[in-house]
């Protein structure tokens, strides 16, 4: 029986769990630093209190239940010992046959330090809440303060990111400042104050691998619903409550939000030569590590350049990790079996965003289709509830859209956090 | 139009601020450190992963809406200043024609240093999240370690105070050993280990204020269930992972619930001599605070002695609280309109306990009544789930016991901080 580690437990480590489960020439070690999975697509309905935790969150343990030759292991990498065919966890080590690295991407910023001090990312459970928090007790000090330069500050968010990320933060945020907000804040009516919400890329478009029409679709929806989109616009700098671009313009707030790219994580005993561009493990057509015999990367962590349709590696998106999951278990049993390995082959099923209620875009590659407004809605929130891992987060789900669509509100705007007074940050 | 502060937005508080809503003679400041009000008899469902967070949760901004003469601000208080009739607080200051003190009680640990460091109570919500990431992560460090010794101290619980919560919390901990731990730890079976669950109290009894056929029956319960109830014995020091009792007695533990007991909050800036046993603070019928024309206090933070029935004040209850906060509200307006003020008389409804499934405790003063198994459970779901602030808590929490009550079972066993890396204490 060989042992695989899987190091990661997103998409792409928990469909390889998942496939190879029940296969008695294995035993599988899934590790991963939370005992959860969590479906990253709707982190930002958390971030904006429009779902609860647990309904994006799955513990690991009950996952694996009645799959016997996989355990779960609660731990962060440190180091790999390739020569002794070991990994070094943060609390002891493992022994492997294989080992697979599905650990995702991490927030890029750029190598600027004042970004990554003074924004907040959104990448992990950990941040939607953070970013929940620091949302709402910017609230409450605008409600505080009597500085109209300070309100100003408070009430103004930057969305750094033209991504879907960024698309859905600003989409939400701009209905809350006009559904929520006057209702749950009367204190700020009547003191005047400006309150922005900008979304900032530093590309010329919005969605950038999505199609025109969606693009264009999308920048209109937002503009009409009072996002104030800056394209063409680097951030270069963020202190003292000023967001700084390439260009020299300002804007003045205290609130960034950073969901502008992703970069590779660096493994202690992977050497130099393995990573590629964007810093991700550069892999052959089945998902081994470059320069490596049993070391394997899939997912967000891994370049492949051996798929004819992407030359330049596969966009960094769950299908792609999904896929690559689900294939490299059937290696892994063909190895065994001593039948032929199959090469990955990425099947694009389509790309969406959604910006608003009953506004959302869709791109379909084959046919070749494109779709918005309240269809595109409805296809999001269909494929978005039948993603999610199991039967208890798609009914929670369901009644909490069903619930918000309705009265357009939800009622989880609590501020909590486990140790104690809130910092704030920035 | 006299403005009334409320300090603390629990049961007595939130009442007080709901029953002067929309009466124009008043303007209310409804102060809290938290932005939400929550309902403290079920923090041991969230503390076993039972119910989440949002289901015992409610913003106070979202509570208030509609009620137009109440204001919510959130901040600590830090003093009173009487004779300018000013509160100072963590962000600023008020000043009030009346203020009320509404802020409930707090942890006692009696003095002991170590306790305070070591054990962990179960007031806040905050409390209740870290028990639950506390207690899973003690879990998954019992699937790790090699050492026997270690293993049983992680595996061993000891819950000190016998009142209600400490009787549900060792209920529940007590079904989650037999019907959950061996399926989503199965890594521990075949490991022997010794695994215990106390609950300890100082005094002869279980649930010391109700009839003795319910502290009769919770005892019979809770020990058929596998609980080991010490009684008399009284918790000395807790350090080096060894609980002392006063006997001398030890037990080997990593986790100490600390449940056995609350004191009052001292207030600066109200002198010595207007607090009385408990610390509680010394109010009249109308729950003016001793020594103060215009400072009341009402709920577990006040001790009152003018109600015949209760001559040494009444017990530190939900139903005192709400029935406090709604009496001091008419009186507040019989005073602008001229009519007599009534004095305050507790209307006992009675006292229940869950034990585990199917197995609650009621008593029942006029007429005299007991209940018992599975009548006094269904009492108990009953009151608890009408209780609930509002409807969507409501509908969420009867989804979440259904649905657990028909798997015995829950989803929601996820270590999340919105910190990063969940720190271990103890």
């Excluded at 750029?110 to 001090?117: D, I, L, W």
């Excluded at 996002?227 to 270069?236: A, D, H, I, R, T």
């Excluded at 909490?400 to 609590?414: E, H, K, V």
């Amino acid at each position: 029986m060989q042992h695989i580690v899987i190091i990661g437990g997103g998409f792409a480590g928990i469909n390889l769990a998942k496939s190879l489960a029940n296969n008695k020439d294995f035993s599988v070690t899934l590790v991963d630093r939370n005992n959860y999975n969590f479906f990253p697509p709707l982190l930002y309905q958390v971030a904006t209190s429009y779902l609860e935790t647990s309904s994006i969150c799955y513990p690991f343990r009950r996952f694996l239940r009645g799959k016997k030759n996989v355990t779960f292991r609660m731990g962060e990498f440190k180091q790999l010992k390739p020569t002794e065919n070991k990994v070094v966890l943060s609390n002891g080590e493992l022994s492997y046959d294989h080992v697979v690295f599905a650990v995702g991407a991490e927030t890029n910023f750029f190598g600027m330090e004042n970004v990554r001090q003074n924004a907040l990312p959104m990448k992990t459970v950990n941040d939607a809440l953070e970013l929940r928090n620091y949302f709402l007790q910017r609230m409450e000090q605008a409600t505080r303060t009597t500085d109209p330069v300070e309100r100003d500050k408070l009430l103004t968010i930057v969305i750094a990111g033209g991504g879907p990320t960024g698309v859905e933060v600003s989409g939400v945020l701009a209905e809350m400042k006009k559904k929520v907000i006057p209702k749950d804040y009367p204190e700020l009516s009547g003191k005047g104050f400006e309150s922005h919400i900008y979304l900032v890329d530093g590309g010329p478009k919005l969605l950038a691998p999505m199609s025109e029409k969606s693009q264009v679709d999308t920048l209109n929806a937002l503009t009409k619903m009072g996002v104030e989109v800056k394209l063409n616009s680097q951030v270069k700098d963020y202190k003292d409550d000023i967001v700084t671009f390439a260009n020299g313009d300002t804007v003045a707030t205290k609130t960034l939000v950073w969901a502008a790219g992703v970069t590779g994580s660096v493994f202690e005993g992977i050497p130099q030569e393995s990573y590629g561009r964007g810093r991700r493990l550069i892999v052959d057509e089945h998902n081994l590590v470059s320069g490596f015999s049993n070391v394997y990367a899939i997912g967000d962590t891994c370049l492949q350049s051996t798929d004819k349709a992407f030359p330049n590696g596969h966009p960094q998106v769950a299908q792609v990790a999904i896929q690559q999951g689900k294939l490299l278990a059937k290696n892994f049993a063909a190895s065994v079996t001593g039948k032929p390995q199959k090469a990955f082959r990425y099947n694009d099923k389509g790309t969406m965003a959604i910006i608003g209620w009953n506004k959302a875009v869709a791109d379909i590659p084959k046919p070749k289709l494109h779709f918005k407004g309240f269809i595109a809605w409805l296809m999001w929130l269909f494929i978005h509830l039948i993603s999610l891992i199991n039967y208890r987060n798609k009914i929670r789900t369901l009644y909490n859209w069903t619930s918000a669509y309705f009265t357009r509100d939800q009622t989880l705007r609590m501020i909590v956090r486990p140790d104690g007074e809130p910092p704030v940050k920035g």
